[in-house]
């Protein structure tokens, strides 16, 4: 095999001695790789065989070039990038390892891993599963489940015998306790039918489940559990009676107690339905050696797999192209931020997630100690996102006390990311969040009475939402009767909250000034938001104004003009569009109503701006109104200037 002389590896060698590199990278077109590898029998030739093993016939020939980055402290990435004929580019990367650092050329480039064995059912991945759960449950002081418990009871699977056997009895029970062990699964429906429980099977499956009648996701789930010695699972399409909606209205607000008393949620991450289950087959590793530091005695084995992604599972925020398919779903997202354990069979890896720690399979993320000392705890919220501030608000300790302004934050980031993910029935967009909405408005917040999605603490900051899908189009509103107008329930697609300083603990009191006055009339009304007659009575300054006809609605931003404008003074403004109007745009100019409710400084004394709802009147009705967007720094304050003060009622 030839001596390494090439430029590439003399070059990383060099990096390597000058300590104040820390970067060690480099970038060559993959002819020049060939090239070099003919002449090199070190890093250059592990790279070429890395991609030749690694990536597709197809995408070699795209190929255009290779990226190496990662060492002192950090893995080794390797990023093969190209283009078709077409332009079309992508990205295929390969993550290296070793299986024992060493400070040998070219060892000394790559961290050590571990193996991932390709299915998550062999006996080294289950043991490894219970080994994080002896861990956690035996030395994790915050994981211990919250006290009091709530007296709530709940139907369950009695698992029956943690003995290993298809044939063991599965059956429904009543009555089950939050204080009992039991697992509670995560899991998409998909659109395959499996076995659920219905008013007419629920005899039937107290009396006995088989457990070959389950989809794949239950039977490996089940498994777990025996394997783990958890003798209660509750899940929701069998635990939950599917024809009859009083019982899944009482039962489905039980579910953020579920997720949060459970012993393990389990949580099949891969599985785009049933049918798939948490067992599935991970990437395969390869193996390629090479001579160490050119000596023929000498050998590297070196470890590359497709690189393994966890952002997802440590920034609520993450990219979705790197999401697994239940991280999609909104559901997911209460069962994730308020469980106390979790254990993640994703794609290409076991991830085992609790209030103190995080562990991967792979071994590349290490263990994040949240609640060692102040510094290490700082540091991973921060890396952890929305799960790690969830984490210290539920801990309703002295040393983790949020204020009430950090709250409200932490809940409207949660509706921000929660409304990314996707509702099979959007009838649930205000359900699949209650639970959280109790946990983070808990009696000693601060946060006063919810609504449907929004606290009364600065209730007229949090009306000023918008729209947030830069590239879809404005919907229809078809969600009348789950949340009124007012609210960002009421929509289907993504919100967010342009204005956010209002909540900077270092703003004085007078950087925002409540214009408007409000009361809720809210008949018939549960924690959730379900209910009739929510009524928000609004008294402000208000302006009369029309959008006009030719307005585009393509990119949700639409035109208002206040009326009495003049053709040297043409007071026009853009504001953020909640919904599809074109239907009404047809019709001709649409009269609406610009209500003032905020007024914002902007950058000290220099200048102020509002926040103006702007609202279409009902049909046939002279004072009710419904919403149809907002602003914050579009319409001129100077709009309001001797402005009418009106009693508005807003649907």
């Known amino acids: 095999?030839?001596?390494?002389?090439?430029?590439?590896?003399?070059?990383?060698k060099q990096r390597l001695i000058d300590q104040s590199d820390t970067t060690l990278q480099f970038e060559t077109p993959l002819q020049v790789l060939y090239q070099k590898s003919e002449q090199c029998g070190g890093v250059c030739e592990l790279l070429l065989g890395s991609v030749i093993e690694m990536i597709s016939p197809e995408d070699k020939m795209r190929t255009q070039a290779v990226l190496l980055a990662g060492g002192h402290g950090s893995r080794s990435l390797l990023r093969v990038s190209g283009a078709s004929e077409d332009y079309e580019d992508f990205t295929f990367n390969l993550e290296f390892y070793i299986s024992k650092n060493c400070d040998s050329w070219p060892e000394v480039l790559f961290l050590e891993g571990r193996n991932i064995p390709q299915i998550p059912s062999d006996l080294v991945?289950?043991?490894?599963?219970?080994?994080?759960l002896e861990d956690c449950t035996s030395h994790h002081s915050c994981c211990r489940l919250p006290m009091p418990v709530p007296s709530s009871e709940l139907r369950m699977l009695d698992l029956g015998s943690t003995a290993h056997s298809d044939l063991a009895s599965i059956r429904l029970v009543e009555g089950v306790k939050l204080t009992a062990r039991f697992a509670a699964l995560s899991h998409c429906w998909g659109m395959t039918q499996h076995l659920v429980t219905t008013k007419s099977s629920l005899n039937a499956h107290k009396t006995g489940i088989s457990l070959r009648s389950l989809a794949k996701t239950f039977q490996d789930a089940i498994t777990v559990c025996r394997f783990l010695g958890i003798c209660y699972m509750w899940a929701d399409s069998?635990?939950?009676?599917?024809?009859?909606?009083?019982?899944?209205k009482t039962e489905s607000q039980k579910m953020g107690h579920v997720y949060q008393y459970a012993y393990l949620v389990i949580s099949a991450d891969a599985a785009i339905d049933g049918s798939v289950g948490c067992f599935t087959q991970r990437d395969v590793f390869k193996c390629f050696e090479s001579q160490s530091d050119g000596r023929s005695d000498s050998v590297v084995q070196l470890y590359a797999r497709p690189a393994i992604e966890h952002s997802q599972y440590v920034n609520t925020l993450a990219d979705h192209e790197y999401r697994d398919p239940l991280s999609h779903r909104a559901w997911v997202l209460?069962?994730?931020l308020l469980a106390t354990r979790t254990l993640h069979f994703t794609r290409q890896e076991l991830v085992w997630d609790c209030r103190t720690s995080f562990y991967c399979e792979c071994g590349g993320f290490g263990r994040l100690a949240m609640n060692s000392s102040s510094t290490s705890r700082g540091t991973a919220l921060d890396v952890r996102g929305l799960r790690g501030e969830v984490s210290k608000c539920l801990e309703r300790s002295s040393s983790a006390n949020m204020t009430t302004a950090a709250r409200l934050n932490l809940w409207l980031d949660i509706v921000e990311e929660y409304t990314t993910r996707r509702l099979t029935k959007s009838s649930d967009r205000m359900i699949a969040i209650s639970g959280l909405a109790s946990e983070i408005g808990a009696s000693d917040s601060g946060l006063g009475t919810y609504n449907f999605g929004s606290f009364h603490y600065r209730f007229l900051e949090q009306l000023l939402w918008s729209r947030y899908a830069v590239d879809e189009p404005p919907e229809r509103r078809t969600n009348h009767e789950s949340a009124p107008s007012w609210s960002w329930g009421s929509i289907h697609q993504p919100v967010s909250w342009d204005e956010r300083s209002w909540l900077d603990s270092r703003a004085s009191g007078e950087d925002f000034k409540a214009i408007a006055s409000v009361s809720l009339e809210i008949k018939s009304k549960d924690f959730s938001g379900w209910g009739i007659n929510h009524l928000l009575f609004v008294t402000a300054p208000c302006i009369e104004g029309i959008i006009p006809t030719e307005t585009c609605l393509a990119y949700g931003q639409g035109i208002v003009q206040a009326k009495g404008a003049t053709a040297e003074d043409v007071r026009e403004a853009f504001f953020s569009i909640d919904i599809d109007l074109s239907e009404e745009l047809q019709k001709g100019d649409l009269e609406v109503v610009c209500v003032k409710i905020l007024e914002i400084s902007v950058d000290g004394d220099s200048g102020h701006n509002c926040g103006s709802?702007?609202?279409?009147?009902?049909v046939n009705n002279v004072n009710h109104w419904t919403r149809i967007g907002s602003d914050t720094d579009q319409i001129p304050i100077e709009w309001y200037s001797g402005a009418e003060i009106k009693d508005l009622v807003i649907l």
């Open 1 to 12: 095999m030839p001596q390494s002389t090439c430029k590439i590896c003399n070059d990383l």
């Open 125 to 132: 991945c289950l043991t490894q599963m219970s080994e994080w």
């Open 238 to 248: 069998l635990c939950i009676l599917q024809d009859d909606e009083e019982d899944w």
């Open 334 to 336: 209460q069962e994730w």
């Open 613 to 618: 709802l702007i609202l279409m009147r009902l």
